[in-house]
């Protein structure tokens, strides 16, 4: 496997449900990125790791818990969600910018969450 | 308040025409500006970017033109493909200070051949 992947690609959940997605990135990068994409919305930065640490939450609510082991594997746990948090969700992940390295983000395909 | 704006929503175009999508920022400390492109069932791939230093990047038939006066950057795709057909996203960051980069909304563009 080469780049960032996502499991599942595609989850449908009820609202009483708890399930896990899955990034995992072959890159050797250190920051890696949780992301929300709503139709005609711009992208939701949601989570920032570097270095298995959270730099980052952006305001996102706790039915929505993140999981860095290590800086390959990133893991978002979802549990009593809601329908409006149906969406794709992208993994990615980079250098870390804070060492002057490239700022480009590497984009995993995302898993697709449905929420009845 | 969003910290991109981007036009078109949605662009069609004749195979071999030209394709431009606008993106306007407020924020002066943005440095960084990058493009996406998203094919569907795909995550966003970096597709060309740009840094305030310089007014124009040209990479094949992609050009960011930027301006620094108006806060605007554009991306053009010359002798648009069927292959094209994609969302684009135009984004902005700020290089010393996190990994925060602020997306727009996305273009729909498709290529009719």
């Known amino acids: 496997e080469t780049g960032v992947t996502q499991t599942p690609r595609h989850l449908v959940m009820g609202m009483t449900n708890k399930k896990s997605l899955k990034c995992e990135q072959h890159l050797g990068h250190n920051a890696m990125y949780w992301y929300k994409q709503s139709a005609k919305k711009p992208l939701e930065l949601m989570f920032v790791y570097n270095f298995k640490e959270q730099t980052e939450n952006n305001s996102v609510p706790s039915r929505f818990s993140p999981e860095c082991p290590n800086s390959s594997h990133l893991f978002l746990h979802l549990h009593t969600l809601q329908p409006e948090d149906s969406a794709l969700y992208l993994c990615a992940s980079s250098q870390d910018p804070r060492g002057g390295a490239t700022d480009t983000q590497y984009f995993g395909p995302g898993t697709r969450l449905t929420v009845l | 308040q969003q910290q991109v704006k981007q036009s078109p929503q949605s662009l069609i175009v004749q195979k071999g025409g030209i394709s431009i999508i606008n993106c306007a920022y407020e924020n002066t400390a943005f440095d960084y500006f990058p493009w996406y492109q998203q094919f569907p069932g795909k995550g966003p791939a970096l597709l060309i970017a740009?840094?305030?230093?310089?007014s124009e990047k040209k990479e094949g038939r992609f050009t960011i033109s930027f301006n620094k006066s108006a806060k605007q950057f554009s991306l053009h795709i010359m002798d648009s493909q069927p292959g094209d057909s994609a969302t684009y996203f135009c984004?902005?960051?700020?290089?010393?200070?996190?990994?925060?980069?602020?997306f727009g909304t996305g273009t729909s563009l498709t290529v009719i051949p």
């Open positions: 740009i840094r305030p230093d310089v």
């Open positions: 984004a902005a960051s700020m290089q010393n200070t996190g990994n925060q980069f602020y």
